[in-house]
């Protein structure tokens, strides 16, 4: 008996199916117009002779390869943007999209990755956490392919973006410890290139001011946990001492609350306020019970998938801006 010496065809399944290449085309392709008995038939075929279509070639054919780029820039620790990783990988799934992943290191652009992405034939690009050089975004555009910023401020308005509302998040938060009666709070910031961090910070400092404080002290924390043990050493060994800190996310007010507790021997409220900025899962812990703002991930995500996907039927906005729920927590209740 001799052995296949090649992968079987497209035409192999047709002919013990009993149906046309075309139907065999039809039963493979989300969405095509198909009758039940005749897929399954081609699906029962298939099966039997090991076939498996071709994405690759169907994507020359058709002119999308199904696959969409995520390029990350932010840190691989954050459970935001790891929570964010997830559900999107789930959303798109559904979509019968795929997702290629590279991440950033340091403070560079994403340009080495999207010059490899666009070799994957992409049908479009989401940039967490990072940026792209204005000649790379332009090429993009001039490709067809659709770019997505999410949770940064495009470079040029004419790209498509997902935010979080970081100035009003940060604005409740300091009106809260006003109203908690801090009068001495500080800042622990994110990255100077990151048009987040400093929207959660302007936003802070902005509504403190309005109020009659004096800028708050500041150290940098640049959206790490490392970086945010040693600005909150910095901070609580002045004199006098802030009597609450606000780190721009949460990852890094995590940080801060074990320094206080554990390093100064503060009570978490009481003599030192601590708040952060997105709702991770480790905030509501009792260990912690964070004050921070709450952006919904399945809300940012699914403004994210409209936009990538070109969902018919909607009225996409091209600037998405999520709007969060404030929720005070034990780590600043001092009144």
Not at 27 to 38: E, R, V, Y
Request: with cysteine; glycine share 8%; charged share 25%.
């Amino acid at each position: 008996m001799s052995r296949r010496t090649s992968p079987p065809s497209a035409h192999d399944v047709a002919r013990v199916a009993g149906v046309s290449q075309a139907a065999v085309s039809r039963a493979f392709t989300p969405g095509a117009s198909i009758a039940k008995d005749t897929q399954d038939k081609v699906f029962r075929a298939a099966k039997s002779l090991g076939y498996r279509p071709n994405l690759l070639a169907r994507s020359l054919i058709m002119g999308q390869s199904g696959i969409v780029g995520v390029v990350y820039g932010g840190n691989p620790r954050n459970p935001f943007f790891m929570s964010v990783l997830d559900a999107l990988l789930k959303r798109l799934s559904r979509a019968r999209k795929h997702i290629l992943i590279f991440t950033v290191e340091g403070h560079a652009t994403a340009d080495v990755h999207v010059e490899d992405l666009l070799k994957y034939r992409v049908d479009a690009l989401l940039l967490m956490a990072t940026t792209l050089s204005p000649k790379l975004a332009e090429q993009c555009r001039d490709a067809g392919i659709p770019i997505i910023f999410f949770n940064r401020r495009p470079p040029k308005k004419d790209f498509a973006s997902v935010i979080e509302n970081n100035r009003e998040g940060a604005r409740q938060i300091a009106e809260h410890l006003l109203q908690q009666g801090y009068r001495r709070p500080a800042v622990v910031a994110g990255l100077a290139e990151s048009s987040t961090g400093r929207d959660r910070e302007s936003g802070f400092i902005a509504h403190l001011t309005s109020q009659g404080l004096p800028e708050p002290e500041r150290e940098v924390g640049y959206f790490q946990r490392e970086g945010a043990l040693q600005a909150a050493r910095k901070l609580l060994a002045r004199k006098p001492r802030p009597d609450a800190i606000y780190c721009v996310n949460d990852h890094m007010a995590l940080a801060a609350i074990e320094v206080a507790r554990y390093e100064f021997g503060l009570e978490i409220g009481r003599q030192v306020g601590v708040a952060g900025f997105d709702d991770i899962e480790q905030a509501s812990w009792p260990s912690f019970d964070l004050t921070t703002y709450s952006i919904s991930v399945e809300s940012i995500v699914d403004q994210a998938a409209m936009l990538l996907l070109g969902t018919p039927g909607h009225e996409i906005p091209r600037h998405s801006v999520v709007d969060g729920v404030f929720k005070p927590r034990r780590s600043t209740q001092r009144v």
